[in-house]
């Protein structure tokens, strides 16, 4: 990419480095340097996803094995015209299969569900091939060497050679050590020169051993000879190392046409490999700067929230929030030196270029950017000493050439217009060009001292106001633009402040035109607002998350409270089912009792007992249907008088009892009805004359229990919530039976039915004793009630 001059003032370049260093080939820098700053808005979106996926590939997944990702592009086309590829070649081939293996199995991991559409359409087509990667790395230990796996015939040849060197040295050996010939070496060593054993002999003595000279020592004192004993061997061993050479030769010569059988597949991986390596750059760089995805518009509108400078700090850079373009086309920013007008200007430049080359950039979420075809920037110290070019005559070199090109799809960024000339004159020409960029509505960024472009923003529609605010009493800028209020200067105060004598100030200030005073004073009054505003909106917003964390406990009460209404509802439904049960239970029984004496009574009164009869079916029939809507009505003409053991109608169940306990304090009366016990409203209570005959059920229904009643029950297999109606209507039967003492089997387990099934038990006030059963009983696995 073609790195302009306003790239380099806004310090793009050096963003573009830091991208570079996050690329793992060097293939990938290379697409770092052939991107390009785009200008449609699917393309925009289309890269920001990118980076956006590998993002959060690396945060689910960790790094990407990006390794061995090389160019083979000449390597293929080797192969493809027949030639052969050296050891270390091929194993840059296997290392290139093997990161798009690895790779690919990394992308298409199954283990989460992520939205990674551009990425795995790029990764489905990478080509894999296993076998040639095993294949090249079992023939090819390193570089250098060849595996004897590489071939059976290598392996043989290498064993033969293997021989021949033993052989020889057991000659040598013989020679340098114990011989008479041991005599006339210069050193008793075996040696080698020419790729053949030798031994050193002293130049006197060459004559003394046979055999052939092959080297000469640099001071002459030494003679290297191949002794006639191994110089046949020494031949066998280069004629092994030849046939050696060959096999090798062709040993690569058979892994190269193998690969170049594939080689258009995996050629083809290169651009995919590049890609990728290119994506995850960017989504690396996107998390060393905490960047977000902006969103793009084609509305030449720009809203970024809590932007930070990538190159700066980000632990000590004060994030800016800035907007043009929505409500006005050009912003004015004001404010006294050092106080962050120049960083912003960069910001927000940087940042759109960041963007439209698919870079993530350091802002808060929903922050905006748009399309750009060029961005103008005339930034920091432009004098040009080779030129003899003032500051002035530079900057403006610059403003001229922005006026020729920009149009409305540009966006430019002047640093103090109009400043090192006279201010009149300086102030004037500002005005001049922010009205020509106001005219052909192009975004126009400007920081000014000048009071008149600070009226002139105020005055003119499409233009804006905003300032670096500053700290008069630590005399030290706080970094925050803030945009609808212009700056002040502040020189006075700042003056003041460092010590400049209250008699200098007051003879400055009388140079300066009421106008400016005035002004000056306006500003000032609108700091003050909009500072004690700030400090309000500070307090109200620590006042409404305080609000806020205060109806987040009440609706956590709210509903705890539903949660334990419903299971209050829950349980009191099936405790009424159990009760409509166990009612049902012993209607039945009445009604069998009732059926048998039909038959014995006179036909007048087997009529009202029939009619009885079906009244009870008719009101179990409507109380199973509305079980979960009982409700005990009151009596027309209640008892006036309660009494323990007198006969009672219960209203609406249209059932009968016997009153067992006076009126409690909410004037509840305990009533047996059937084998229930229950509690009623007085006034849902009618009185029966007749004792004897209610008296005589009772006692049928008891008997009746008490002949199939069991001494035990065996709850095994169940859980509490299962076991507890059933023990409940064991016990129940069992106390009306008469029975003394009876037996539950929970069995041992953990003990956690045995535990909660006691502590329930409890507060039985039937219960007398809960002890274990003994050892042949059931021991722990059982419990012993005993009633009272």
Known sequence: MKILKSHKTLEFDKILEKLKDMCESELGRDLVDEGKILTNLSAIKKAQEETSEGLNLISKRGNPPLFGITNIHDFMRRVELGGSLSPQNLLRVSDFLRVSRILKKYIFTDDDDLSINN????????????????????????????????????????????????????????????????????????????????????????????????????????????????????NELKELESKEREEIERILKELSEKVAEYSHEIAANQYILKELDFIFAKAKLSIEMNGIEPVFNEDKIVDLIGARHPLLNKNKIVPIDISIGENWTSLIITGPNTGGKTVTLKTLGLLSLMGQFGLHIPAKENSRLSIFHRIFADIGDEQSIEQSLSTFSSHMVNIVDILKNADEDSLVLFDELGAGTDPTEGAALARAIMDHMLEKKIRCVSTTHYNQLKIYALTSQGVQNASMEFNVETLSPTFKLIIG?????????????????????????????????????????????????????????????????????????????????????????????????????????????????????????????????????????????NSEKIQIKNAEKPITKVIIGDSVRVNSLNAEGIILELPD????????????????????????????????????????????????????????????????????????????????????????????????????????????????????????????
């Open 119 to 234: 990425i795995s359409n790029l990764a489905e087509n990478l080509y894999v091939n296993k076998n040639i990667e095993e294949i090249i790395n079992n023939a090819i230990i390193s570089e250098n060497e060849i595996s004897d796996n590489a071939s059976s015939k290598l392996a043989s040849i290498r064993r033969t050679m293997a021989n021949k060197k033993v052989a020889i040295r057991d000659k040598l050996s013989s020679i340098v050590s114990g011989n008479e010939d041991s005599k006339y070496l210069q050193d008793n060593i075996i040696t080698m020169r020419e790729g053949r054993y030798v031994v050193p002999v002293k130049t006197e003595n060459k004559g003394k051993i046979k055999g052939l000279v092959h080297d000469l020592s640099s001071s002459g004192a030494t003679v290297y000879i191949e002794p006639i004993a191994v110089v046949n061997l020494n």
């Open 485 to 625: 209020i212009p700056g002040k200067s502040n020189a006075f105060e700042i003056s003041k402040r460092l010590g400049l004598s209250e008699e200098i100030i007051n003879l400055a200030k009388t140079f300066v035109s009421n106008d400016n005073i005035e002004f000056e004073k306006v500003l000032q009054s609108i700091e003050e607002d909009r500072s004690q505003l700030e400090k309000n909106k500070s307090q109200i917003e620590i006042y409404k998350e305080e609000i806020e964390k205060q109806n987040k406990r009440l609706d956590q009460e709210l509903l705890k409270i539903q949660k334990e209404k419903e299971k209050i509802l829950k349980d009191a439904k099936l405790e009424a089912s159990r009760i409509l049960r166990r009612a049902k239970e012993d209607s039945d029984l009445a009604l069998s009792q009732i059926k048998d004496v039909v038959s014995e009574v006179k036909k007048d009164q087997a009529r009202r007992l029939q009619e009885s009869q079906d009244i009870i079916r008719d009101n179990i029939k409507a109380a199973s249907i």
């Open 665 to 788: 304090q909410n004037g509840n009366v305990l009533v047996q009805v059937g084998m229930l016990k229950m509690k009623v409203p007085k006034n849902s209570l009618i009185s029966i004359e007749d004792k004897k005959d209610l008296s005589n059920k009772t006692k049928n229904i008891i008997k009746r229990k008490s002949s199939t009643i069991k001494t035990e029950i065996d709850i095994r297999g169940n859980n509490f919530h299962e076991a507890k109606p059933l023990v409940d209507k064991y016990l129940d039967d069992a106390y009306l039976s008469g029975l003394k003492s009876v037996r539950i089997i929970h069995g041992k387990g953990t003990g956690a039915l045995r535990e909660k099934l006691r502590d329930y038990l409890k507060k039985n006030k039937y219960i007398k004793d809960i002890c274990d059963a003994p050892y042949n009983e059931g021991g722990m696995g059982a419990s012993i009630i005993t009633f009272k």
